[in-house]
Nanobody
């Protein structure tokens, strides 16, 4: 069955960095975009970034553009989210998500997600 397992969350000070990993397995289809959402307490889940199966199509939310970098290693079945210059507003639970329908030019929204990871907590202190 499909599994998405996140790791790499933690607590850092403002300006610090973290690298999240999402190991995926069990997919039956040949195409799947993998990305990240986040949800802070009392707030709606927010799209962060997504990368297509071919690694060329990428989307970033404006709030993270220039600070976060998404990448994937299809040999290791892993998607990474390098987060630099972290700010307290980045504090949230980060969820890995898989979509079979996302493509470049489309918005990255929860309705497109087929499978979710369990989440990893990121806390940024000022």
């Amino acid at each position: 069955h499909v599994q998405l397992v996140e790791s790499g969350g933690g607590s850092v000070q403002s300006g610090g960095s973290l690298k999240l990993s999402c190991v995926y397995s069990g997919f039956s289809s040949s195409y799947h975009a993998i990305g990240w959402f986040r949800q802070a307490p009392g707030k709606e889940r927010e799209a962060v970034s997504v990368i297509g199966d071919d690694e060329r199509n990428i989307y970033y939310a404006k709030s993270v553009m220039g600070r976060f970098t998404i990448s994937r290693d299809n040999v290791k079945n892993t998607v990474y989210l390098q987060m630099n210059r972290l700010e307290p507003k980045d504090t949230a639970t980060y969820y890995c998500a898989e979509s079979r329908v996302w493509a470049s030019g489309l918005p990255w929204v929860a309705d497109q997600v087929s499978h979710w990871g369990q989440g990893t907590q990121v806390t940024v202190s000022s």
